[in-house]
């Protein structure tokens, strides 16, 4: 793990100090879209300062990390648990060293829904990709052809969260106008093709 913190701190410093590339390459490796988007980072004002970040997740691996160049600062969150929400685990971690005071995380209270209605969210909503599943009695978001299963649950009518995670903005799996079931933009792969 050496190796990859040393990598890590190395291309935070060459980011920050911009003497590796040609000013040319970092002019363009900074400059920011309307979206807020650089060359493979994003640029916000936070605190006070500059924040150039980027997170992801992918087969099981999340990571987020987080660039305060003007105080040297770099945050790095990278996990083999994608059950787990890097992005509100990064910015607390970025509050507290920042002084704000960071709220105890919760979970919100599920919602009953019988088997039958549960059973109308499942299906096939991007082929290999994003699927939901009920598996004794219990809700799965099932990615990456059935090799991640992550459980969820209902805490309103087509709003669900994950149980091992603490999520702040719950999945939406509901009804588009042509009446068919969505899922991250998604309709369900037996409802297009009725």
Not at 49 to 66: C, E, I, K, N, W
Not at 69 to 93: P, T
Request: hydrophobic share 30%; proline share 2%; with cysteine.
């Amino acid at each position: 793990m050496a190796g990859a913190n040393e990598d890590l701190t190395q291309w935070h410093a060459c980011l920050r100090d911009r003497k590796m590339l040609s000013q040319k390459t970092y002019a363009s490796f900074f400059n920011v879209n309307k979206n807020n988007y650089c060359y493979g980072l994003e640029h916000h004002q936070m605190y006070g300062t500059d924040r150039y970040s980027h997170g992801g997740d992918h087969l099981g691996v999340s990571a987020f990390v987080q660039h305060y160049f003007e105080e040297d600062l770099c945050i790095i969150i990278l996990s083999n648990n994608e059950a787990m929400n890097q992005y509100r685990l990064g910015n607390a971690v970025s509050d507290i060293l920042h002084g704000v005071e960071v709220g105890v995380p919760g979970k919100p209270e599920e919602f009953f829904m019988g088997e039958n209605k549960l059973k109308q969210y499942c299906g096939t909503y991007f082929k290999d990709k994003i699927q939901v599943e009920l598996i004794h009695g219990k809700l799965y978001f099932t990615r990456f052809a059935g090799n991640l299963h992550i459980e969820i649950y209902p805490v309103d009518e087509g709003k669900f969260v994950r149980k091992y995670s603490d999520q702040i903005h719950p999945y939406n799996i509901h009804e588009n106008e042509a009446g068919q079931m969505t899922f991250f933009g998604y309709a369900k792969e037996e409802d297009a093709k009725k």
